[in-house]
Every structure is written in structure tokens, then in C-alpha cells.
């Protein structure tokens, strides 16, 4: 599957180059945008199924992703246990639909989140963790106590949310006696006594909602170690019998004895679906995957999986509850086949408070050991098992314990989430560097408060992801609903709500087209960066902290570093970098103009004030050198091997290849020659780069941001203006280029560009407002074609006044009368109460007379917007507006002597929200965590959010509209 994606991808990249010059690259349904497509309870039908993906599929969305989740009250006997042959069968009716709409599907491997787990997973499969108990005796004295460890019981349920809101629900008919059955004997269980074990023995687990759940009982002891005060080691495991006693008499010293037993973390599948409520898997254990996946197996059995295009694995999420999972059965015996030595000597060292050397080392062996297990004992057979099925995955590697780079690599495609571009870096890097064509997004996943963000915010966001390097944007996201549900529908709690029902929906198709436009351009070429930055993992896995484990995602951990210094320096001056760790190095090899990966060229690797390099890295690092290559070293040099394993042999040979470095050179930059290439050292990133002949794009100096990607014969930029001051200037552009093509990927328009050479580089004339963006494609060799089009304006604007016709065409929850106004602002403020609280599309019209001064063109400028409007003049649509900038330019030829203008405008659900939460309506529905607020102020006094003491929101055609003459 994965390679007639990458065919069909390079395919449309060389129809682009073979074809004619001005030509928008061909479009699918992996450029369009997808969506995250939650399934409430699985509580669909056949007839909402098509009703709602027929909505999907006409506001432009190529894909979507399903996953279920915890149900919606009052829909208890619709609900359908996750996997089942009823489940199938909405499943498979989904595929075809999507097969006849022409949207392809993912699936996540699981319900809710973690990753893996329900009633399959017993207490062999489910997440472990260890403790440990210490006795001190001397010579002569025997422990005279069991050596045992019970766990307590302890129980964290988000549940709740509806009992304990049931003033919302008076009456039995408006939630259904099931509900309140369920209600009832949820609300005050708090004891886990009370609840039955297993967990999925229990009848109300989506009343319920538990989080993380232990019982009390006895764990297994896993090893008894002795330690004296003269360093001697001695196990005495086999020497307790079935009841805990140690048949041990202490000999001559001093004596610490450790007892390390196997607990279980406890962490259930949280907001999942009715059917898959259970035990999280044990992510370092291939068998308690394989036992999880096999449910997967049987349940597709028969299934036609043809329109099915992958699996998806949301973020790790294990260790986001008390705790951490933080052991597995055989984990000894993983350490010493892995780390060369037995840990069981060394527990005294790796459970310590106050750190040491040889503490931190075994640390870091116990940490690198965790992150191995997860790579090569999940994330790897996970991927394996989807190509047996002829399936891709997508994976979400951030928040886990592991090296994420290496995570994100072994996967089809890497998926990122927020809004900081460091943090986008991880999942594209490994997507850049490996040759993988997508690097996807949880995009837009709670951008603002509820029902604060417009498509306006969904853009800058959107623009942020492909800046990062993101190419498949799938939106969080959408929510399935009941076609027949009372107004808002089902929503899920963490979303910027893309619903039908939503008010922006009548304009969601317009950013959809810029989307897929721009994906059309970002999926095609290869990445084009110049550096790569090395992850200094180790550095991080050998420092101290609060827990044994340390957890990846972006710069986390890393905020004090150089390496977040280096990094961030160059991306705020336009250095074109991606991240690499020691594995995905081993990959690289040197060419005559640099370093060459399989995804990829680059001209240079940085290390950033690295301490700790693995010795195969150093050893790779003195190869390249020693082929051509140019090693930077931003500070110091690195010193040190990590680990405790074999260190004296190791440090030896790393200390032979840093001797045979003879750095030299007067001032900030110093040389160490090494074949043909060198290690160029400095305390200044810039003057570094410069040495190894890497320069930053120009254009961030002018307030642009972009990203480029090579093609055949040229390049292609991404480029946004992400100030508050419009751009109207030459950029210049730091690769060879002749001519170029300026796309603009909002209007659907093209052309040539305006270029010219300076200082031997090209620079092309580039018109930006503020929130806009523009694709450059530049060519090695003349293009023709037509001119693309710039304007200025010519004249002074002239205000369009008079009386404005205010007709409310949809939304509500009524529309309110038809009005006018002479001067124009929020239509929460005309003299009619429903204007306060109405939500949906209003269309302002008026009459005016053409500009008495002549021009080929004019801009209309209609001033402030809230939210997106829609221009309409003499019958001709002109497009529709998201912001933050709401301009269109108007060919002369359109006007007339007199001119009728519509502007249909759009806000968002927050008034109709803010009437219904007034009114005490019952929209707040779910089980689980049931709608909570972003903010801790917008909670009412049940604990939920609530807009009640919210002011209506300002909405509508705020003006002032003007129209200037251009040139």
C-alpha cells in the first residue's frame, strides 16, 4: 500500500515538470484534508453513516480516521460493543460508503487512548511496574519477616460527569432508565472492594470511566539481592520459598537486601468505547500485543479491509496517570543481552536517590533498555502486523520513553501534534530523512476555548504544520451525529468542533480547497534541507530526574540546553534543518557535495554541545569526515561514552578517535583536518554554518517564513507572512533559480513572477498581506506563460455607506427578521433579542455607484469580519474570506455604473451556545469526562463547561467597506 502511495506521489511530481510550466499538481484524496472521526459509544446507523460522510465528502475531506469512544446518554441501547460482529458490520457498510465517496479510511488499533488494551488483556498482558522493598542486617542476622509486598488498592475514575449533573436530566424519559440504573450504582463507588475483577467484569465501566485502577494483592517477587558494605553481591531469590520466607543468615559485614517485586500500573484504556474498557497492554511485551492484536485478527475474519488504508496509534499516554509503567516479565534478561552486564548487581545503584557516575550510567543502560523494548517490541511488530494485512500505519511516537526519532522512523507515517515547530520537527525529520513521502498532524486540536476558534484560526495553524514540514493534515476533528439529534449534536470534548452543524461549515469547504492545494505542492519533490541536527538522546537519558524514565515530546526535557539554543537560533533566522539520532546516522553516507540519506541530501551535521556520544556514532561520525564530510561542533566537543556496560573498552576507543583530532585555528573557529572532510569547532552557530559554506533563506529577514522542497529542475516554497505588517518586496532566495511561478493557493491563481538577479542570487517580487501565504516554484531554466498579476493600490478608498439590507439566510435557533442598517457593526446589536443569540449565515446587501476614478482594477476592503464572509458583486461570487485580512480584488470589467453588493457572512456556535447554557438546555450529554473547559474560568458551578456568563459574541459585517482603485 505504502509504495503505490510513493508512486502515485513522485507520479504527480514529474507530470508537474513534464507538462505545461503553469500547472497546479494533480490532487487526490491523500492531499485533501482528513479528520480524526470520533464514533460516540459506536452508536451508528447505516442511515447517519451516509448522511454524515456525504457531508464530509462535500466540503472537499479526502480521509478520515475512526475512533470510538465512550457513548452519549440516552443512546444506551444503541451502543455497540467495539470489534463486535455487529461492529463489523457498521465497519464494513463504512468502507463501502467510503469506496462509493471516494474517501479513503484509517482505523486507530484501539479505542481511545493508549494504544492497546480491553477485555482481552488479563494481568499477563497488562502494564507493569516494579517495587521494591530494603532490609539492613549484619553478620549472623536473618530477616524474619515475610519478604512480600502487597499492593493497595487505589482507584481513579473520571465518572461521574452525568450523576453528578443529573439537575440537567429531570425527568426519567430525558436519559432513559438504563442511563440512570447506571448512574446510580456509579455514583459512589470509590472502593475498589466494590468492583469486580477483572475490570471488564463490571457492568457500568462507561459510568464509570476508570482511568487507572489497582487492586489490592500480593505481587509476584521477581529477585532478592544481598549487597555488602565491601561491595560483594550475592542473589538469594532461590533461597524463599512459596510463603515469602528467606532462608539467609547474614555472613561477616554489613548487609542491604533488596526484594524488587512486579506490580501492575494499573492504567485502563481511558474514554474508551463501550466493549473495549480494560487493562492498557504492557508495551514492552511482543506477546501482549500479539494477545491484543489478535482480537483484530478474528474480528477480520471474512471483512473486506480493501478501502481500509492503514492504522493509527495516537501518543503514548501510559505514563499520564500515577506512576509509571516501568517494568516487564524478563527485563532482566533483556538488560544483560542488550547492556552486556547483569542489572541485578547494580539495583542498589539504579534505585538511589542522590546520584552518582556509575548510578547515572546504569540509568541510563535501564532507560535505553526501556526504549529498545518499546521500538522493537511494539512499535516494530505493530507495523509488521499491519503489512500482513497489505496496510500502512500512522503513528503518533511523542510522550514515550523511547527515542522517538528512531519510533517515528519504523513507521509509514510519522504524525506530530501542537502548535510549536520544534516539537513538528521530530516526526518530519524521520520523515525527511528516511524517504517517507507523509508526515502527518493532529492538527487543530484545541486551539482555543470551546467554539472560540474560526477557520481563520484553523489556517495560521495549518500554515504553522506545513512551515514544520507537515504534509497530511488530519484535523481534531469530527464528531459522528445522529442526523435526527437536537442542535449541537454529539461533539467530542477537545476539538475545535467540525461539524456540520457548526456554522463555519458553510465555509470550512474554501480553507479545505487551500489545503489540499498546498498538500498538492508539499507531497511532491523531496525535502530540501541543509543540516542535520544530531538528538543528543543520550544526554538527556543520563541526567537524574523525578521518575526513572524520562519522556520525548519536542524540546521537553531539553528547554536548557544548547541543543534547543542551536535549534531554536536557526529556525528564527531560515536555517533549513532536520533532527537525527544515532540509528537513523547510520544511514548517512558522504558524496562529493555533502551527506546523503535515503530520503535525502544535506550539506552538514551539527552537534550541539553534546557530552555523552555512543561509540558507533563517533566511529560513524570519523568515517564521514574522513570521506569529505564537515562535522560542526557548536562549544564542546564530546567527552564521553554513556552507559556502564563494557565502559572502560569503550572509553578507550573513544578517547583513541578524539585524540587523533588536532583542532587548531586562532579565534571563535577551530579545525580538526580528517581525510578528506573535517570537524569544524566554535562557540558561534552562525560563523559554524558559514565555515561549512550553509546559509539561512534570506526571506526570514524579511519577516517571511517558508519551507522548501526540491523537484526536478527547480524548487518549491512554502511561504507565509505570519507578521502584522503586509509584505510588498523582492526575496531573495538561497538556491540556484532562473525563474519562477507564483501560486496562490486561497484565489486559485498563478502566473510568472516578477524576478530579477542581485548579488548572484535570484530574488522575486512577492506580495503578502498579513495571515497570507504563497507557493514559489522556481526552475533552473526561463519559463513562459502568463504574468502573474501584482496590484498596488492607486488611490485613496472610498467607504460604500448607505442603508445595508440584513437578511439572516440560516443558522439559529431562529432566524431573526430581516432588518437595515445605515451603519454597519455586530448584529448582536440590532434592536431584535434573537440577534444576541443567533448563530449562522447572514447576507448584507447594498447598492453603490462605480468609482469615479479609472483603474484596471480595485480592491474591495471590507474591513473587519466576524467570522468569514462570503463576496458576491453583480451576481459574480468573488470568493470567500477567512482572515485575518478581508480583501478581494475586483476586476474593472465587473462593475457597472450601479452595483449591488452581497456579503454573506458566518460566525460561529458561541451564541446560540451561550442562550442554551442560560436556559439550562441539556447538551452536555457524554459519559466520561463530558465536556470540560479549556480555561478554568469558563467552569460553571457543577465543574463542566459553560458559556452562561459568556457576553454574545461580536458577529457579522463590522466595516467599514471600502473599494480603492489599484494599478
Known amino acids: 500500500m505504502i509504495k503505490r502511495l510513493i508512486c502515485t506521489i513522485s507520479l504527480s511530481a514529474a507530470l508537474m515538470n513534464a507538462g505545461a510550466q503553469i500547472k497546479w499538481p494533480a490532487v487526490n484524496s491523500v492531499t485533501k484534508p482528513w479528520a480524526r472521526w470520533w464514533w460516540p459509544g459506536s452508536a451508528v446507523t447505516t442511515k447517519s453513516l451516509t448522511a454524515n460522510m456525504q457531508q464530509y465528502a462535500q466540503v472537499g475531506l479526502g480521509g478520515l480516521e475512526i475512533t470510538p469512544i465512550y457513548?452519549?446518554?440516552?443512546?444506551?441501547?444503541?451502543?455497540?460493543?467495539?470489534?463486535?460482529?455487529?461492529?463489523?458490520?457498521?465497519?464494513?457498510?463504512?468502507?463501502?460508503?467510503?469506496?462509493?465517496?471516494?474517501?479513503?479510511?484509517?482505523?486507530?488499533?484501539?479505542?481511545?487512548?493508549?494504544?492497546?488494551?480491553?477485555?482481552?488483556?488479563?494481568?499477563?498482558?497488562?502494564?507493569?511496574?516494579?517495587?521494591?522493598?530494603?532490609?539492613?542486617?549484619?553478620?549472623?542476622?536473618?530477616?524474619?519477616?515475610?519478604?512480600?509486598?502487597?499492593?493497595?488498592?487505589?482507584?481513579?475514575?473520571?465518572?461521574?460527569?452525568?450523576?453528578?449533573?443529573?439537575?440537567?436530566?429531570?425527568?426519567?424519559?430525558?436519559?432513559?432508565?438504563?442511563?440512570?440504573?447506571?448512574?446510580?450504582?456509579?455514583?459512589?463507588?470509590?472502593?475498589?472492594?466494590?468492583?469486580?475483577?477483572?475490570?471488564?467484569?463490571?457492568?457500568?465501566?462507561?459510568?464509570?470511566?476508570?482511568?487507572?485502577?489497582?487492586?489490592?494483592?500480593?505481587?509476584?517477587?521477581?529477585?532478592?539481592?544481598?549487597?555488602?558494605?565491601?561491595?560483594?553481591?550475592?542473589?538469594?531469590?532461590?533461597?524463599?520459598?512459596?510463603?515469602?520466607?528467606?532462608?539467609?543468615?547474614?555472613?561477616?559485614?554489613?548487609?542491604?537486601?533488596?526484594?524488587?517485586?512486579?506490580?501492575?500500573?494499573?492504567?485502563?484504556?481511558?474514554?474508551?468505547?463501550?466493549?473495549?474498557?480494560?487493562?492498557?497492554?504492557?508495551?514492552?511485551?511482543?506477546?501482549?500485543?500479539?494477545?491484543?492484536?489478535?482480537?483484530?485478527?478474528?474480528?477480520?475474519?471474512?471483512?473486506?479491509?480493501?478501502?481500509?488504508?492503514?492504522?493509527?496509534?495516537?501518543?503514548?499516554?501510559?505514563?499520564?496517570?500515577?506512576?509509571?509503567?516501568?517494568?516487564?516479565?524478563?527485563?532482566?534478561?533483556?538488560?544483560?543481552?542488550?547492556?552486556?552486564?547483569?542489572?541485578?548487581?547494580?539495583?542498589?545503584?539504579?534505585?538511589?536517590?542522590?546520584?552518582?557516575?556509575?548510578?547515572?550510567?546504569v540509568l541510563y543502560d535501564y532507560r535505553q533498555t526501556i526504549a529498545d523494548l518499546l521500538l522493537e517490541k511494539f512499535t516494530m511488530p505493530w507495523h509488521q502486523w499491519a503489512q500482513t494485512k497489505?496496510?500502512?500505519?500512522?503513528?503518533?511516537?511523542?510522550?514515550?520513553?523511547?527515542?522517538?526519532?528512531?519510533?517515528?522512523?519504523?513507521?509509514?507515517?510519522?504524525?506530530?501534534?501542537?502548535?510549536?515547530?520544534?516539537?513538528?520537527?521530530?516526526?518530519?525529520?524521520?520523515?525527511?530523512?528516511?524517504?517517507?513521502?507523509?508526515?502527518?498532524?493532529?492538527?487543530?486540536?484545541?486551539?482555543?476555548?470551546?467554539?472560540?476558534?474560526?477557520?481563520?484560526?484553523?489556517?495560521?495553524?495549518?500554515?504553522?504544520?506545513?512551515?514544520?514540514?507537515?504534509?497530511?493534515?488530519?484535523?481534531?476533528?469530527?464528531?459522528?451525529?445522529?442526523?435526527?439529534?437536537?442542535?449541537?449534536?454529539?461533539?467530542?470534548?477537545?476539538?475545535?468542533?467540525?461539524?456540520?452543524?457548526?456554522?463555519?461549515?458553510?465555509?470550512?469547504?474554501?480553507?479545505?480547497?487551500?489545503?489540499?492545494?498546498?498538500?498538492?505542492?508539499?507531497?511532491?519533490?523531496?525535502?530540501?534541507?541543509?543540516?542535520?541536527?544530531?538528538?543528543?538522546?543520550?544526554?538527556?537519558?543520563?541526567?537524574?530526574?523525578?521518575?526513572?524514565?524520562?519522556?520525548?515530546?519536542?524540546?521537553?526535557?531539553?528547554?536548557?540546553?544548547?541543543?534547543?539554543?542551536?535549534?531554536?537560533?536557526?529556525?528564527?533566522?531560515?536555517?533549513?534543518?532536520?533532527?537525527?539520532?544515532?540509528?537513523?546516522?547510520?544511514?548517512?553516507?558522504?558524496?562529493?557535495?555533502?551527506?546523503?540519506?535515503?530520503?535525502?541530501?544535506?550539506?552538514t551535521i551539527v552537534l550541539a554541545n553534546t557530552k555523552y556520544l555512543p561509540l558507533p556514532t563517533l566511529q560513524k561520525l570519523a568515517d564521514l569526515a574522513k570521506s569529505g564530510a564537515t562535522i560542526l561542533v557548536y562549544n564542546n566537543f564530546p567527552t564521553s561514552v554513556p552507559g556502564y556496560g563494557q565502559l572502560a573498552e569503550k572509553q578507550q576507543q573513544f578517547n583513541n578517535i578524539t585524540a587523533a583530532l588536532k583542532f587548531a585555528g586562532e579565534g571563535a573557529i577551530q579545525k580538526a583536518t580528517s581525510g578528506k572532510g573535517a570537524f569544524i569547532k566554535g562557540n558561534d552557530i552562525n560563523e559554524l554554518l558559514k565555515a561549512a559554506n550553509v546559509y539561512p533563506e534570506p526571506m526570514y529577514g524579511l519577516g517571511l517564513q517558508c519551507i522548501r522542497r526540491s523537484i526536478s529542475g527547480g524548487n518549491y516554497y512554502f511561504i507565509t507572512n505570519d507578521t502584522k505588517e503586509a509584505v510588498r518586496e523582492w526575496v531573495p532566495l538561497n538556491s540556484k533559480a532562473t525563474s519562477a511561478i507564483l501560486f496562490d493557493p486561497m484565489l486559485d491563481e498563478n502566473g510568472i513572477a516578477k524576478t530579477r538577479v542581485k548579488n548572484n542570487k535570484l530574488e522575486v517580487y512577492v506580495q503578502l498581506e498579513p495571515g497570507e501565504s504563497c507557493v514559489l516554484q522556481t526552475s533552473n531554466t526561463t519559463l513562459t506563460g502568463k504574468p502573474y498579476t501584482y496590484y498596488t493600490v492607486a488611490g485613496k478608498g472610498t467607504e460604500i455607506k448607505g442603508n445595508w439590507r440584513l437578511f439572516f439566510m440560516m443558522g439559529g435557533p431562529d432566524l431573526p427578521k430581516p432588518t437595515t442598517v445605515s451603519k454597519l457593526g455586530s448584529w448582536t446589536e440590532i434592536p431584535e433579542q434573537l440577534g444576541k443569540v443567533f448563530s449562522g449565515t447572514a447576507q448584507y446587501s447594498i447598492q453603490f455607484a462605480k468609482p469615479t476614478v479609472a483603474a484596471p482594477a480595485y480592491v474591495l476592503d471590507l474591513g473587519g469580519v466576524a467570522w468569514s464572509a462570503e463576496v458576491i458583486l453583480n451576481g459574480k461570487s468573488l470568493g470567500t474570506l477567512l482572515g485575518p485580512i478581508y480583501k478581494v480584488n475586483v476586476p474593472a470589467s465587473l462593475l457597472k455604473a450601479d452595483n449591488e453588493l452581497l456579503v454573506r457572512v458566518t460566525n460561529g456556535m458561541t451564541n446560540r451556545i451561550i442562550d442554551m447554557d442560560k436556559e439550562g438546555a441539556p447538551w452536555k450529554k457524554f459519559y466520561n469526562i463530558n465536556f470540560p473547559a479549556h480555561e478554568k474560568e469558563n467552569r460553571g458551578a457543577n465543574g463542566l463547561f459553560s458559556a452562561a456568563k459568556w457576553q454574545p459574541e461580536t458577529s457579522g459585517l463590522l466595516g467599514p467597506v471600502t473599494i480603492a482603485p489599484l494599478k
Open 71 to 361: 457513548g452519549v446518554a440516552g443512546y444506551e441501547q444503541e451502543f455497540i460493543d467495539y470489534l463486535s460482529p455487529q461492529w463489523m458490520q457498521v465497519f464494513s457498510y463504512t468502507l463501502a460508503e467510503a469506496k462509493r465517496l471516494n474517501l479513503q479510511i484509517d482505523m486507530a488499533t484501539g479505542s481511545g487512548w493508549p494504544f492497546g488494551g480491553g477485555p482481552l488483556i488479563g494481568d499477563a498482558e497488562a502494564c507493569k511496574n516494579f517495587v521494591y522493598k530494603t532490609w539492613t542486617i549484619k553478620e549472623g542476622e536473618s530477616i524474619k519477616e515475610p519478604i512480600a509486598f502487597e499492593q493497595q488498592p487505589y482507584l481513579d475514575a473520571i465518572g461521574n460527569t452525568i450523576a453528578d449533573k443529573k439537575e440537567l436530566y429531570p425527568t426519567v424519559g430525558t436519559v432513559g432508565t438504563t442511563t440512570l440504573a447506571m448512574l446510580k450504582e456509579s455514583e459512589h463507588v470509590t472502593d475498589v472492594s466494590k468492583l469486580a475483577e477483572p475490570v471488564y467484569a463490571n457492568k457500568n465501566l462507561q459510568a464509570l470511566a476508570i482511568d487507572q485502577l489497582k487492586y489490592k494483592k500480593d505481587l509476584p517477587l521477581q529477585v532478592v539481592m544481598a549487597y555488602s558494605d565491601n561491595g560483594k553481591a550475592i542473589e538469594l531469590t532461590s533461597q524463599v520459598d512459596a510463603k515469602g520466607n528467606l532462608y539467609w543468615i547474614a555472613p561477616a559485614g554489613n548487609w542491604t537486601v533488596y526484594a524488587l517485586f512486579m506490580g501492575w500500573h494499573g492504567k485502563m484504556v481511558e474514554r474508551a468505547a463501550p466493549g473495549a474498557e480494560g487493562n492498557a497492554i504492557d508495551h514492552f511485551s511482543e506477546p501482549a500485543l500479539q494477545k491484543y492484536l489478535s482480537r483484530f485478527d478474528t474480528a477480520f475474519v471474512g471483512a473486506d479491509l480493501s478501502q481500509l488504508r492503514g492504522f493509527f496509534n495516537d501518543s503514548y499516554e501510559v505514563d499520564d496517570a500515577r506512576g509509571q509503567s516501568n517494568f516487564t516479565p524478563g527485563f532482566f534478561d533483556e538488560f544483560k543481552r542488550r547492556r552486556g552486564y547483569d542489572l541485578k548487581q547494580f539495583l542498589p545503584q539504579l534505585l538511589q536517590k542522590e546520584r552518582d557516575e556509575t548510578s547515572l550510567r
Open 390 to 603: 497489505g496496510k500502512i500505519v500512522r503513528n503518533q511516537s511523542h510522550g514515550s520513553p523511547a527515542n522517538i526519532l528512531d519510533c517515528y522512523g519504523v513507521v509509514d507515517i510519522p504524525e506530530t501534534e501542537g502548535n510549536e515547530l520544534l516539537r513538528f520537527k521530530f516526526a518530519v525529520s524521520a520523515s525527511h530523512i528516511l524517504n517517507k513521502p507523509l508526515a502527518s498532524a493532529e492538527a487543530a486540536t484545541w486551539l482555543n476555548e470551546h467554539f472560540k476558534s474560526n477557520l481563520g484560526d484553523v489556517k495560521k495553524a495549518v500554515d504553522k504544520y506545513f512551515l514544520g514540514g507537515v504534509n497530511h493534515v488530519v484535523y481534531h476533528g469530527i464528531c459522528y451525529s445522529p442526523i435526527n439529534d437536537p442542535w449541537p449534536g454529539w461533539m467530542f470534548y477537545a476539538a475545535v468542533h467540525f461539524q456540520p452543524i457548526h456554522p463555519f461549515w458553510r465555509d470550512f469547504g474554501t480553507l479545505n480547497n487551500y489545503v489540499t492545494r498546498c498538500q498538492s505542492f508539499l507531497q511532491s519533490g523531496k525535502p530540501d534541507n541543509d543540516i542535520l541536527l544530531y538528538f543528543p538522546f543520550s544526554d538527556h537519558n543520563s541526567e537524574p530526574g523525578r521518575d526513572l524514565l524520562h519522556h520525548y515530546d519536542g524540546m521537553k526535557g531539553f528547554e536548557n540546553t544548547d541543543f534547543n539554543k542551536v535549534a531554536e537560533d536557526m529556525l528564527a533566522k531560515g536555517y533549513a534543518f532536520d533532527l537525527i539520532s544515532d540509528n537513523q546516522l547510520q544511514k548517512v553516507y558522504a558524496t562529493a557535495n555533502g551527506l546523503q540519506t535515503p530520503g535525502g541530501a544535506y550539506r
